[in-house]
């Protein structure tokens, strides 16, 4: 059984910064959803990389067996670890459902890290963000808080009902928010 933690929150919450810190320091391997799609999309012989980046420019949800099993292939290769941080995914009910499908009897999900920031704070942090990407722009990045709000906030709210997130506030200081999540982190390994 792997563990796994999924880590939610708006685009540019900070998911991506606090998963290498946790891996730096946990033992946990990260898995973000969208660097694994934005390497299957450069991957030469990909059947793949026109899709992937129209669902990336659009700010849409590629369907999940392409990402499930980027995912899954990640985890395989990484037997080792502790566990795993899945970062920025499940995104919406066709990422729920086929993630049970694939993974359901092969994890241990312990946690959902949902990193909360406002949307206007987000959106000023992606622009800033200076890796390049196709998708941190205006016009792409309503799309993706559009998205947020009306695909993958329900499934936070799906597990909420469950008793299963943990919500850190992510507009401070990043060693503010940090130093909140290996408590969370803390407490669940403690169990
Ligand atoms: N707590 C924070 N305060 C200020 N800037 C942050 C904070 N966390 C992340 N950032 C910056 O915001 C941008 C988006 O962060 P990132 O980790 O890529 O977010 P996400 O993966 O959720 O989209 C990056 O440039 C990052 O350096
Ligand atoms: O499970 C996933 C994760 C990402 N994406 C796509 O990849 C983009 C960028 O995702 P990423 O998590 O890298 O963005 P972030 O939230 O970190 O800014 C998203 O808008 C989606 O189009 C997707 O389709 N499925
Ligand atoms: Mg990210």
């Known amino acids: ?23 730096e320091n946990l033992g946990y391997v990260h898995l973000s959803a969208g660097d694994l799609l934005r390497a299957e999309r450069e991957r030469e ?13 659009n700010g849409s949800i590629v369907p999940v067996e392409i990402t499930c099993s980027l995912l899954e292939n990640a985890m395989i290769a990484n037997k080792e670890a502790n566990g795993f941080l899945v970062d920025g995914f499940p995104r919406n009910e066709d990422n ?4 049970k499908k694939q993974m359901g009897g092969k994890v241990n999900e312990q946690f959902v890290l949902f990193l909360s920031c406002p949307v206007d704070v987000c959106i000023d942090r992606c622009l800033h963000r200076g890796q390049g990407r196709t998708d941190d722009n205006v016009e792409s990045l309503k799309k993706r808080v559009e998205t947020y709000n009306q695909q993958t906030f ?6 909420e009902k469950h008793g299963m997130v943990r919500e850190v506030n992510s507009q401070r200081p990043i060693s503010e928010v940090y130093q909140d999540v290996v408590e969370v982190f ?6």
């Open 45 to 57: 012989g990909s059947q793949f990389g026109a899709l992937i980046e129209g669902h990336i420019k």
């Open 1 to 23: 059984m792997y563990n796994v933690v999924f880590v939610l929150g708006p685009p540019g919450s900070g998911k991506g910064t606090i998963c290498a810190q946790i891996q």
């Open 186 to 191: 803390s407490a669940a390994n403690q169990k």
């Open 154 to 159: 329900p499934i936070i709210e799906q597990y």
């Open 96 to 99: 729920l459902s086929g993630w």
